[in-house]
């Protein structure tokens, strides 16, 4: 096990030096000055504008910006925002909370409606049920979901009024955040109906990025369920004549599990790329917004440290998933 | 694209001819799959006579009929059945002409996403060593950003537009095929047939290219298929940020973008763009269905 | 055991609620995040809305919906006969914040006043750079390091301004938000705690709200600032809500989560109008639009190029598809609501006729030219894409082919400035400070070619006009040249004037005593609400 670590382990350092050089030099390539967005309409003077390049470090050689940025990371320094003056990593922990917390809940709410739909539909499979739900499946699997959060908003919050448009939780509530997770703080607080109110804003933005992971897990988890359904042992134990509950909680289900886990290792990923969008739909504060604007302000340190820290994330969740997996299935364990 | 592949190869070879009809077989036993390529047939004919199905010039601004809706909404106009858009220009035909774009994304996504890859892939699988490791430690740091920040970021740098977009998508989608390619090759590399080809004194790239590379599509063509369909949503979602397609190009997508303002108002400036996304997406991935259904033997009887 | 859990939970919900309802929490749909809270090193109108107009007070303030200066930390000021000296007698008793992350020691005094200036233009003044990267751009662009020679403290109570030169516009200068006033001793504590930073995280003023906590991209939250030299405040907390988004704003508008939004989609004002719960005031901008041909490059150096073409352009109909109506077609550089605004001038009117007749007398044939066209969406300016793409659909019919260019923001107002650009440029302006010379002198003096300049116009009268008028004190005078000055520029016609946008401000039927601000903030001070 821990040889397995170490080797990948030793893939990762390369790949992560790979990613600081890519979202390095990527900022570099970005056309527009991020200094003269300073002033917008009003100009700035060439003098000025040397000034302040020199100050941000933008006149050194290339080469000596990327290493002194990288010695910097390797400090925990990953540079300060040139719009909000702040340090990167100050503002990627105050909104990450958010986006792990959007993620997680949508993550559980397609794993929860997913994994039995899909075992439903694999039992019953050519059946109505089957096809509805697989039907409904692929129809969620091909939903450009910036339209459906649109098409939410307008509906459950605009026509009918059950869920609240925006944010993370009512504004009566006032808190400090301890954990940065609201639903969290909002226990902790002890105020009344806060985790109520915090729940009631996080479930449009959940079903909105739940929605093609809840697709692609149904899908898998069908899948993978008949593939196990047909295997002997499976039968045998129908033969002996197990009830169907039995043979599926028992012996199907958990071999069934493990393609499913894989699948929802790799939505991480896709998650992220989600939240991007789900964030800008919801006014979300999280790290998904946060990039798109600052890519839109070409703030050069949010986008470098950004790519950079998420980019570490996945890597590390990926991990995190290939030993769950070599722990699930002993047969893979190098 | 793949009907095309596997038809020229018919005439060559009349096992491929059996193996066609067997896929044809498992293929329209899949109703969903026959629906959606009938769909997608009705779309690509849209594409093509567009200038001939449109009633309108899709960027022709009628400043008489601005923001009109749809024909059986009160207040609709015969001329412009679904309506007209904030400059008064008729949705149907600007839909019309989305399709354009849309499969056009597609296809150029995939052919070049496909095309790149394999030859990446192929060359990593049947190297090895260095080469092998060099593409994949590029391959995984392309993984380990999110695709559509990625995207984001290289459309960014490339400057908005729709071929940038392409661009950065195909970029983005890369791996996938560069990893399927490789595990396809290393798997088939010790077969009797290529161990044949190779004592017969096959040079590397027909080895490569002509010896293995066929037997190793089945699964190529579903990712292709996938790709087809994400190259779409995620061109919008592009064009949705204000990074894709340009105005007053009709792609859905920036269609969509534009007409956020509406939302409360005007409802089919906002939801005739999306609905026609979806639908077009859904063909193509109910047909990609049919295609693995038909295509890998180990899901054949699912 | 378990009865009495719930008895305290009860009666702690009691108290949350009866706190709830005794004090009266104001809240504002912000349209983005403030950059940070000093105001000094930013020039956003968002920025300033979360920390200028709430934490912080000018010497001079501007009387509430109007561009005139009024009394603020100043309470008079004299002007030395050569208009070179300003003495600015401060109010006395002004207390600072008292918040939970600072408790002041002294009243207000002219030691934060000199500091709160030196910061901003003496490099060796510690504070000068003392986030990286700060720049206190908004004090360049106004000339301030260039203007102001010293600032003095000549008593406690006592400030002195030197300037270099005489410069009219000045005292709007000090009421921008840029000039805020911080708290010296403040400052010094920070200095003393190596913690710098704090003061563009967490201002302290002398303002009618303190700050109490900012969530990134989310919510910022103040309380009324009981020791507020202009009195506590009807309203106990502030609370801005930050909503990107126009249809989410006006979303949660309708829900009452807000009592009220600025910049609503141009389409959704009819509905918003017709709501009973709502209710909308609107203003003209004090901005401008304008499309600049560069007069330096033939054929659109002759007069009466441009005049042709400004004929072939309908302004009602871009004003119609962009602002849904909210704005009004421009007819002179600056806008109605400013003082010295010449009603007199007439507007180029729409003829694609006498257009077309006038490029054929001109000579101009085939004509093929590009237009420029911003990438982003500006208050002046919503969406110049369309805007552009009409633009080009009249000149189509007068037989001029144009070729929509757009870059990415900032290349755009880097390559627009160039004296050799090809093709007419959109773009636009919002006012600083309410003063005429801050748009023609600014975006149209000699001095500006190559800079705000987009026309590269120089004309020797209209430059000879707006001069004078700066170095002039009496505003009747100021008044006469400034019109001339109009005439002058519609007889010549850099641009063509395109529209001055409204600003339409929806919120809930309670909201009492919010006072437009000509100048586009957003202030909560004197607001109320009897929901």
Not at chain 2, 124 to 139: K, P
């Amino acid at each position: 096990m821990l040889r397995f670590l170490l080797g990948r382990l030793a893939v990762l350092i390369p790949t992560f030096i790979g990613v600081s050089i890519i979202a390095f030099s990527f900022i570099r390539l970005l056309p527009g000055d991020p200094v003269a967005l300073l002033s917008g309409e009003r100009v700035m003077s060439p003098e000025r504008h040397a000034e302040i390049s020199a100050e941000l470090g933008f006149d050194r050689p290339i080469v000596i910006q990327y290493l002194d940025y990288l010695w910097g990371v390797v400090r925990g320094d990953f540079g300060t925002s040139i719009v909000t003056k702040k340090p990167v990593v100050d503002q990627f922990f105050e909104l990450f909370p958010a986006t792990v917390e959007l993620s997680l809940c949508a993550i559980v709410f397609a794993i929860v409606l997913g994994v039995p739909a899909g075992i439903v539909a694999a039992i019953k499979r050519g059946s109505f049920a089957d096809q509805a739900m697989m039907g409904t499946a692929l129809v969620g699997f091909s939903m450009p979901i910036f339209w459906w959060g649109l098409l939410l908003i307008m509906l459950v919050s605009g026509m009918l009024g059950w869920t609240p448009v925006s944010g993370r939780i009512s504004l009566m509530f006032y808190f400090p955040p301890v954990t940065g997770f609201m639903l969290i703080d909002s226990l902790l607080s002890g105020q009344a109906g806060a985790f109520k109110s915090a729940v009631s804003h996080l479930i449009l933005p959940t079903i909105v990025l739940g929605t093609i992971p809840l697709a692609v897990i149904a899908r898998q988890t069908r899948s993978a369920m008949l593939e196990v359904l047909s295997e002997d042992y499976v039968r045998t134990a129908r033969a002996k004549g197990l009830s169907t509950f039995r043979v599926v909680g028992v012996h199907a289900l958990r071999n069934a599990m493990i393609p499913v886990v894989t699948t929802v290792g790799l939505q991480v990923g896709v998650m992220l790329a989600g939240a991007i969008l789900t964030e800008t739909i919801f006014s979300w504060p999280g790290i998904g917004k946060w990039m798109v604007d600052s890519v839109s302000r070409r703030d050069y340190a949010v986008i470098q440290g950004g790519l950079l820290m998420i980019a570490a994330v996945i890597m590390l969740v990926n991990l995190a998933v290939d030993l769950m997996y070599g722990l699930i299935n002993p047969r893979i364990r190098h | 694209m793949s009907q095309a592949a596997a038809t020229s190869a018919v005439s060559t070879d009349p096992s491929r001819r059996a193996r066609l009809a067997e896929f044809w077989y498992y293929f329209s036993e899949n109703r969903g799959a026959v629906i959606g390529l009938v769909f997608f047939i009705f779309l690509v004919l849209l594409a093509i006579f567009a200038p001939l199905i449109a009633p309108h010039d899709p960027t022709q601004q009628y400043r008489d009929a601005v923001l009109v809706p749809p024909v059986w909404q009160e207040g609709g106009r015969a001329d412009f059945l679904l309506g007209t858009d904030a400059v008064g220009r008729d949705m149907l035909s600007r839909l019309v002409y989305g399709t354009q774009f849309s499969l056009f994304v597609g296809v150029i996504v995939t052919a070049l996403s496909l095309v790149v890859g394999v030859v990446f892939g192929v060359i990593a699988g049947y190297f090895r060593g260095w080469v092998d490791t060099a593409i994949m430690r590029v391959m995984d740091i392309i993984l380990a950003f999110p695709s559509l920040l990625l995207a984001l970021v290289l459309v960014a740098i490339l400057g908005p537009g729709l071929v940038n977009a392409m661009i950065a998508i195909s970029l983005v989608y890369q791996p996938h095929f560069v990893r399927l390619a490789r595990a396809a090759v290393m798997s088939e590399k010790t077969r009797d047939y290529v161990v044949a080809a190779k004592v017969a004194g096959a040079g590397h790239t027909r080895l490569m290219f002509k010896t293995i590379l066929p037997n190793c599509m089945a699964p190529l063509i579903v990712q292709a298929t996938l790709s087809f369909s994400s190259a779409i949503l995620d061109a919008a979602a592009l064009g949705f940020l204000g990074m894709g397609a340009q105005p007053p190009t009709p792609e859905w997508g920036t269609m969509l973008a534009e007409a956020r303002e509406f939302i409360q108002s005007k409802w089919w400036v906002v939801t005739l763009p999306g609905v026609a996304i979806l639908i077009t997406v859904l063909a193509i991935n109910l047909m990609g269905d049919g295609l693995r259904d038909a295509l890998d033997p180990k899901l054949k009887r699912s | 055991m378990l009865k009495k859990t719930t008895f305290a939970a009860a009666l702690l919900a009691a108290t949350v609620l009866s706190g709830a309802a005794s004090a009266k929490t104001f809240v504002y749909c912000s349209e983005g995040s403030p950059e940070g809270f000093d105001p000094g090193l930013y020039t956003a109108g968002t920025t300033f809305d979360a920390a200028a107009h709430t934490v912080y007070n000018r010497l001079l303030e501007f009387k509430k919906g109007t561009t005139e200066t009024e009394p603020g930390l100043a309470e008079s000021y004299t002007v030395s006969d050569d208009g070179l000296e300003y003495t600015f007698k401060l109010r006395p008793g002004v207390k600072y914040q008292t918040t939970e992350f600072f408790t002041p020691t002294r009243d207000f005094n002219a030691d934060d006043v000199v500091f709160s200036f030196d910061r901003q233009l003496k490099a060796d003044n510690p504070w000068n750079k003392y986030v990286t990267g700060a720049s206190w751009e908004y004090a360049a662009g106004m000339g301030f390091p260039e203007v102001i020679k010293s600032v003095e403290k000549v008593d406690d109570l006592t400030v002195k301004i030197t300037l270099t030169r005489k410069e009219a516009p000045f005292l709007a200068n000090v009421a921008m938000p840029f000039a805020s006033i911080v708290s010296k001793e403040y400052a010094d504590k920070l200095q003393a705690d190596g913690k710098m930073n704090q003061m563009n995280q967490m201002p302290l003023g002398t303002g009618p709200f303190a700050f109490v906590a900012y969530q990134q991209d989310a919510i910022i939250r103040y309380k009324a600032n009981p020791d507020y030299w202009g009195g506590k405040q009807k309203i106990d907390d502030l609370v801005f809500a930050i909503t990107p988004d126009a249809s989410v704003r006006y979303q949660k508008l309708k829900a009452g989560e807000c009592h009220l939004m600025p910049f609503p989609n141009a389409a959704d004002v009819a509905a918003m109008k017709a709501d009973t719960n709502l209710k909308v005031v609107e203003q003209e901008g004090l901005n401008v639009a304008y499309l600049a041909y560069n007069t330096t490059q033939a054929p659109f150096d002759k007069p009466e190029v441009r005049k042709a073409l400004n004929q072939a352009i309908n302004k009602q109909a871009i004003v119609d598809a962009v602002f849904q109506g909210a704005a009004t077609p421009a007819t002179n550089p600056i806008p109605p609501t400013m003082w010295s605004y010449n009603k007199a001038v007439e507007d180029d009117k729409y003829d694609p006729e006498a257009s077309k007749k006038g490029l054929e007398a001109a000579g101009v044939k085939d004509l093929k030219m590009k237009v420029w066209a911003m990438p982003v969406s500006r208050p002046y300016m919503l969406n110049a894409r369309r805007a552009a793409e009409l633009i080009q659909s009249d000149f189509a019919k007068v037989g001029v082919t144009v070729e929509i260019v757009s870059y990415e923001w900032a290349e755009y107002l880097d390559k627009s400035k160039a004296k050799d650009r090809d093709g007419a440029v959109m773009l636009g302006w919002t006012g600083d400070n309410g003063d005429p010379d801050n748009f023609l002198d600014t975006l149209l003096g000699c001095d500006a070619v190559g800079g705000n300049n987009r026309a590269q116009w120089c004309n020797k009268e209209f430059d000879d006009l707006v001069t004078k008028a700066k170095e002039t004190s009496d505003i009747a005078e100021r008044t006469k040249l400034y019109e001339q000055a109009q005439v002058v520029f519609k007889k010549d016609a850099p641009w063509a004037t395109i529209d001055h946008s409204l600003s339409i401000v929806p919120m809930r039927k309670g909201v009492e005593g919010f006072v437009q601000s000509p100048l586009g903030d957003f202030a909560f001070d004197g607001v109320d609400i009897t929901e």
